[in-house]
């Protein structure tokens, strides 16, 4: 899928939860994220959907999560940049090793040394920008690791990093691990993110709150006064 069809169903979706919800949000809104408050990956939703959906069921408490810190991409890039672990000793090379032997071919990459010299310089280069500048978009920090590589030019390589909202506004990462991992090996205090899919009772929250003050949440939701999904509702006290 192309970067434009993405977007046509980004505004499909946006058009339908204009008519069904009180507060929708801007799918194309970035939020600011702590890369503490996110603790599991999920592969569980699709991605070429569109961003800013909205969906019921059990999605958010029972899927294909795994503990973020603990995937083979987090573990590696903190071997090489935390313990200078060269990239060819790294659990991520060893799986691309034997991926490609099973395959032919490990994000596009049909031989190992195409992966160390484009992937893994890629992920240096990101690395010492994001330590040297800060956080910048994807799609201005200059940095592309293959232009000649489908995989590496899909549509979800040209947008910040995708989390999912559960029902009770717990934040799981699903699109963007390198970048998300590495602000978080840099310990920088927050990160931008798309939401591709809220849980529908979450976003029955949203809808809860809109046009609410600070001062007026219920007691049981004003620990969610913080919540960075929550900013674009709840006006400012005083």
């Given at each position: 899928?192309?970067?434009?069809?993405?977007?046509?169903?980004?505004?499909?979706?946006?058009?339908?939860?204009?008519?069904?919800?009180?507060?929708?949000?801007?799918?194309?809104?970035?939020?600011?994220?702590?890369?503490?408050?996110?603790?599991?990956?999920?592969?569980?939703?699709?991605?070429?959907?569109?961003?800013?959906?909205?969906?019921?069921?059990?999605?958010?408490?029972?899927?294909?999560?795994?503990?973020?810190?603990?995937?083979?991409?987090?573990?590696?890039?903190?071997?090489?940049?935390?313990?200078?672990?060269?990239?060819?000793?790294?659990?991520?090379?060893?799986?691309?090793?034997?991926?490609?032997?099973?395959?032919?071919?490990?994000?596009?990459?049909?031989?190992?040394?195409?992966?160390?010299?484009?992937?893994?310089?890629?992920?240096?280069?990101?690395?010492?920008?994001?330590?040297?500048?800060?956080?910048?978009?994807n799609e201005d920090d200059g940095h592309r690791p293959a232009d000649d590589n489908a995989f590496e030019n899909a549509y979800a390589n040209h947008l910040e990093p995708l989390v999912v909202i559960g029902r009770t506004g717990e934040l799981m990462l699903t699109e963007g691990s390198h970048r998300f991992t590495i602000v978080d090996l840099l310990e920088l205090d927050s990160i931008p993110v798309y939401v591709l899919c809220r849980h529908v009772e979450w976003q029955r929250v949203r809808d809860r709150l809109a046009g609410c003050s600070l001062d007026e949440l219920p007691d049981h939701l004003a620990p969610l006064r913080s919540h960075p999904d929550l900013t674009d509702l709840t006006p400012p006290t005083g």
């Open positions: 899928m192309d970067l434009s069809t993405f977007q046509q169903y980004t505004a499909w979706h946006d058009k339908i939860n204009r008519r069904q919800y009180d507060a929708p949000a801007d799918p194309w809104k970035l939020i600011e994220i702590s890369p503490t408050a996110v603790t599991y990956f999920t592969n569980e939703l699709r991605l070429n959907w569109g961003v800013g959906r909205v969906q019921g069921g059990d999605w958010d408490v029972d899927g294909d999560h795994h503990p973020m810190r603990e995937t083979t991409l987090y573990r590696s890039l903190a071997q090489h940049f935390k313990k200078d672990v060269p990239w060819e000793r790294t659990e991520l090379y060893e799986h691309a090793a034997r991926q490609i032997r099973s395959s032919g071919q490990f994000r596009g990459y049909e031989s190992l040394n195409a992966f160390r010299e484009r992937r893994c310089e890629y992920i240096d280069c990101l690395y010492e920008s994001i330590r040297k500048e800060g956080y910048r978009p």
